[in-house]
């Protein structure tokens, strides 16, 4: 297969995939992947894979082709494409929660500047960067990282990657427990798409609707987070994008288990959980048990609850998310006092403690921790940051 012939077939591929094809579409492009003579066109077609992999949580095969494109790359001796193939290698990493090993492919993009193609993707790499180190709860780091992919978004005019940008900074937020500002910027990542985003990918909307139902939800605005959930949910199954089902069906449990409605609740965690496991969202899943166990705290079923615990805090100390195992600790300490188990109960409380002071979630001006309930907060510009 020629160049010209090549360039036709990973077209049809993307026209295919538009119309929501996605089967038919892969099936040219691995075509394509076997027949091609023309290692550029390979190059390209391994990165429509890699996306289409990505956006159906198909994690382990998006890694797999970004191996192979790294090959391809170096075969080329072009350090744009080398940059790109190490870019795909990150992402994939993220999506599969190794960490470690996604900051380490993004600083070695960092160190690879090639030309105008390099600097342009610089942005994105910041952003997974930031987004691996929020998944290892490294809240500093993280945010410079999302600051940097932003001032990158606003100097080359890059709307889809400041709305992405936006996205994550809403779970930031979320994270450290403003939630004010957890709201304000996936809004401001819908007033995105609703401005520029007439040919961009329905994901885009979807994913700004579900950060801001998270949002919604953290405070106390049930209606409003079922509402944009719903309209979350509804594009990621018209597009079969898995990942983002599961997203939804944790956040609609939450929801149910904010109104106490436990029954109801406990079968939406439970979709989420399997998606989870088939996707390798082992972020995702800790999550999920998390609200479990507060299903089962308000059930008053506390040895299940624990059982929760056990499950959830192996994955996240696997993961290294300090976050997550912080908030272990605190519900393993409610429970020990419930029971009266004193020994128990001091060992989490200094464990949680350890957590605080590992994440520095101190505020460098009243000293108080951060984190612990909503409060605005307000970033310096080295990142740090502190009550306001």
């Given at each position: 297969m020629g160049q010209d012939q090549t360039k036709q077939q990973i077209e049809k591929g993307l026209h295919l995939y538009q119309s929501n094809q996605t089967e038919k579409a892969l099936r040219v492009w691995m075509r394509v992947l076997e027949k091609s003579a023309d290692p550029a066109g390979r190059f390209r077609v391994l990165g429509c894979l890699i996306t289409a992999h990505a956006e159906m949580g198909r994690y382990k095969d998006m890694l797999k082709f970004a191996v192979v494109q790294i090959d391809t790359a170096r075969e080329l001796e072009d350090p744009d494409f080398l940059t790109e193939s190490y870019l795909n290698l990150a992402r994939s990493n993220e999506k599969l929660c190794e960490f470690q090993?996604?900051?380490?492919?993004?600083?070695?993009?960092?160190?690879?500047?090639?030309?105008?193609?390099?600097?342009?993707?610089?942005?994105?790499?910041?952003?997974?960067?930031?987004?691996?180190?929020?998944?290892?709860?490294?809240?500093?780091?993280?945010?410079?990282?999302?600051e940097k992919a932003l001032r990158y978004a606003h100097n080359n005019d890059d709307k889809m990657l400041e709305c992405r940008v936006c996205c994550s900074l809403g779970n930031f937020y979320t994270q450290i427990k403003d939630y004010e500002k957890a709201l304000f910027f996936p809004c401001k990542a819908a007033e995105l798409v609703n401005d520029y985003g007439k040919g961009w990918s329905l994901k885009y909307r979807a994913m700004s609707q579900y950060h801001m139902a998270v949002a919604y939800r953290k405070l106390g605005r049930l209606a409003d987070a079922m509402d944009c959930c719903e309209e979350s949910m509804k594009i990621a199954l018209q597009h079969g994008d898995r990942p983002l089902q599961a997203l939804c069906l944790l956040c609609f449990a939450d929801i149910h288990r904010s109104r106490r409605d436990v029954q109801t609740a406990f079968p939406r965690y439970d979709s989420s959980m399997s998606i989870m496991t088939e996707?390798?969202?082992?972020?995702?899943?800790?999550?999920?048990?998390?609200?479990?166990?507060?299903?089962?705290?308000?059930?008053?079923?506390?040895?299940k609850a624990l059982e929760s615990i056990e499950k959830a805090q192996e994955l996240a100390e696997g993961l290294g998310n300090k976050l997550g195992l912080l908030k272990l600790h605190c519900?393993?300490?409610?429970?020990?006092?419930?029971?009266?188990?004193?020994?128990?109960?001091?060992d989490h409380v200094v464990k949680f403690h350890e957590c605080v002071e590992e994440m520095e979630l101190y505020c460098g001006m009243c000293g108080e921790s951060i984190g612990e309930k909503n409060n605005q907060l307000q970033a310096l510009p080295c990142s740090h940051f502190f009550h306001l």
């Open positions: 090993k996604t900051i380490s492919y993004c600083k070695t993009c960092l160190n690879m500047q090639g030309t105008t193609v390099s600097m342009q993707l610089n942005g994105q790499v910041s952003l997974s960067m930031g987004n691996a180190f929020l998944g290892l709860s490294i809240f500093q780091k993280a945010l410079e990282c999302f996707i390798g969202n082992r972020l995702g899943l800790v999550q999920v048990l998390l609200g479990v166990t507060k299903c089962w705290m308000i059930q008053k079923e506390l040895d519900l393993c300490e409610r429970i020990y006092r419930t029971k009266e188990q004193q020994q128990e109960l001091r």
